[in-house]
Nanobody, 115 residues
Framework: VQLQASGGGLAQPGASLRLSCTAYGFSLESYAIGWFRQAPGKGREAVSCITSNEETTYYSDSMKGRFTISRDNAKNTVYLQMNSLKPEDTAVYYC?????????WGQGTLVTVSS
């Protein structure tokens, strides 16, 4: 059972990146999925989340209008499309899958926004 985050890298300010969170060994279909991030020297903060039926999404205020969360249950993957990236978006991004008593975290993927 594993949750794997990928898609991070180096991006220039204003550019876009798409992060992926893929589950191995279990189905994400019933799970609510959240993206969190932790910048250097700071605590972990919530970025976005999506319910299992996609009816509800949440975005932190600083990400509204720039980030979009989506899921593809056929690919067992949740995505975070990040547009108009800013240097302050630099952080390790983690995904989290929650369903009743089950709680899984991915290993994190580093996003660096710099010119």
């Amino acid at each position: 059972v594993q949750l794997q985050a990928s898609g991070g890298g180096l991006a220039q300010p204003g550019a876009s990146l798409r992060l992926s969170c893929t589950a191995y060994g279990f189905s994400l279909e019933s799970y609510a999925i959240g993206w969190f991030r932790q910048a250097p020297g700071k605590g972990r903060e919530a970025v976005s989340c999506i319910t299992s039926n996609e009816e509800t999404t949440y975005y932190s205020d600083s990400m509204k209008g720039r980030f979009t969360i989506s899921r593809d249950n056929a690919k067992n993957t949740v995505y975070l499309q990040m547009n108009s990236l800013k240097p302050e978006d630099t952080a390790v991004y983690y995904c989290n899958a929650v369903y009743f008593g089950a709680d899984y975290w991915g290993q994190g993927t580093l996003v660096t926004v710099s010119s």
